[in-house]
């Protein structure tokens, strides 16, 4: 992605990146999709009301999942932007994962324990 077409008042906590789309977070409480190639902003949904502690994406399933600090995992779809799932995981820790084909989030816990969120299609 160009470093110039992130706009100015931006702040990324991270990014992940595929070779077709970027997906950046912030402290807003913002997820953001970007074309690969050129930069071009493509969408954005608010994930959380305040900070995004931690976001992933499936690029290939066209889903982003995205933590906070309400101990809320939020499932978005990278292409509308619309919220398709939340679960509230007390002691949820970071980083979370998506499956590439999208049905299934990892995620552990505070106590080190490993869950599997099998999503509704």
């Known amino acids: 992605m160009r ?30 999709v970007w074309d690969g190639m050129t930069g071009r902003h493509l969408r954005s949904w608010v994930a959380h009301r305040l900070t995004v502690h931690y976001a992933s ?6 889903r982003a999942v995205a933590t906070g600090p309400d101990e809320a995992m939020r499932i978005g779809d990278t292409q509308t932007g619309k919220r398709l799932a939340e679960r509230h995981v007390p002691g949820i820790t970071i980083p979370t994962a998506i ?23």
């Open 3 to 32: 470093r110039d077409a992130c706009p100015s008042r931006a702040t990324i906590l991270g990014a992940q990146v595929t070779a077709t789309q970027t997906l950046t977070f912030d402290r807003f409480g913002s997820v953001n």
């Open 57 to 62: 994406f499936s690029a290939a399933a066209g």
């Open 99 to 121: 499956s590439t084909d999208g049905p299934r989030v990892a995620y552990s816990t505070q106590s080190g324990e490993l869950q599997i969120w099998e999503l509704s299609t």
